[in-house]
């Protein structure tokens, strides 16, 4: 079975500066990996995701993780935030070849002005 | 191209009534998924369509909760008798098929579900 650990509940930080938001899986098979993010009132969007190749993958609005398989994570950074990224992100793993998603329980990153 | 989309957005309800939700699901998506967001948590699986077959409702509480698509599009999920325990946001996906190596699950605005 797959489970996601997001270790981080909340994280506060100042806008312009940069964050990490950590995130541990574990499986004993192949996954892909997920980051969503959930806007106050709104459904989940997919941030970004990976499937194979390189290990560094990119969100259009400048966030990006890396998947560090030796160390089983997928932590999500922003070099820069901005007030917009106020919102919950959640972390999820799903099994290669499925299409069950496993969700973390979210952290709520909140970007002070 | 017009998301996915649940009704109501809200619901309160005293235990032991019942409730549905709906959910309309992209044009085209074969593949449906029922989601349970327990406040603090992440959100959980409990049934998956394709089409109008069930493919996995191994998490879903088969004594109180159902779900339906009959004619592979439109879905229903029912809660008869709620539960306090229930109070959650019932979160909708869907996706392109479920024969592929992967298809990204795109969600609608979920229905937040209180029980007094």
């Known amino acids: 079975a797959q489970s996601v650990t997001q270790l981080d509940s909340q994280v506060p930080v100042f806008e312009e500066a940069p964050v990490e938001l950590r995130c541990n899986y574990s499986?004993?098979?192949?996954?892909?990996l997920f980051w969503y993010v959930q806007y106050p009132n709104q459904g989940l969007q997919l941030l970004l995701k990976?499937?194979?190749?390189?290990?560094l993958v990119e969100s259009i609005n400048g966030f990006e993780a890396e998947f560090n398989k030796s160390q089983t994570s997928f932590h999500l950074r922003k070099p820069s935030v901005h007030i917009s990224d106020t919102a919950e992100y959640f972390c999820?793993?799903?099994?290669?070849?499925?299409?069950?998603?496993?969700f973390g329980t979210g952290t709520r990153l909140t970007v002070i002005p | 191209e017009a998301g996915v989309a649940q009704s109501p957005r809200y619901k309160i309800i005293e235990k032991r009534q019942s409730v549905a939700f709906w959910c309309n699901p992209i044009s085209g998506h074969a593949t449906l998924y029922w989601y349970q967001q327990i406040l603090g948590q992440g959100p959980k699986l409990l049934i998956q369509?394709?089409?109008?077959?069930?493919?996995?409702d191994s998490q879903l509480p088969k004594d109180r909760f159902s779900a339906e698509r009959l004619k592979g599009v439109d879905s229903t999920l029912k809660i008869q008798p709620a539960k306090l325990e229930d109070s959650a946001v019932y979160l909708c996906a869907s996706s392109l098929r479920e024969d592929a190596s992967y298809n990204e699950q795109f969600f609608g605005p979920g229905t937040r579900l209180t029980v007094l």
């Open positions: 369509f394709q089409n109008n077959g069930v493919v996995d």
């Open positions: 990976y499937l194979s190749g390189s290990t």
């Open positions: 499986s004993s098979v192949s996954v892909y």
């Open positions: 999820a793993v799903m099994k290669t070849g499925a299409n069950n998603l496993f």
